[in-house]
């Protein structure tokens, strides 16, 4: 089983930076599937950012050419990198990982997940 632990949330400007991270426990490698989903108050899970396997990341088109997802397996760690950050974006920020998966953007899907770290961009 995997354990998953988000921090780097925060509140932001648009326009502006945060960089999420993502420490894993469980697993000696990276699992084979990971990624990024959020969820805005009252409005249901989006798949931002996902890999699977050895694949280069997906992501949905509302994040292309903003978000940015990398890997750092001597820490056990993987990270989103959301810049020009917009109020839309403002959401909970989950990472989720799986053993297995059909699609990386099927994040949303995935078996395992953290508790969240929330991003809010005002105006």
């Known amino acids: 089983q995997v354990q998953l632990e988000e921090s780097g949330g925060g509140s932001v400007q648009a326009g502006g930076s945060l960089v999420l991270s993502c420490i894993y426990s469980?697993?000696?490698?990276?699992?084979?599937?990971v990624g990024w989903l959020r969820q805005a108050q009252g409005q249901g899970r989006e798949g931002v950012a996902g890999?699977?396997?050895?694949?280069?990341?997906a992501y949905a088109p509302s994040v292309v050419g903003r978000f940015t997802l990398s890997e750092d397996d001597a820490k056990n760690t993987f990270r989103l990198h959301l810049n020009n950050l917009k109020p839309e974006d403002t959401a909970m920020y989950y990472c989720a990982a799986d053993p297995s998966c059909f699609s990386a953007l099927g994040v949303s899907n995935f078996r395992f997940r953290g508790q969240g770290t929330q991003v809010t961009v005002s105006s």
């Open positions: 890999i699977r396997g050895s694949a280069q990341a």
């Open positions: 469980g697993y000696t490698t990276r699992p084979y599937c």
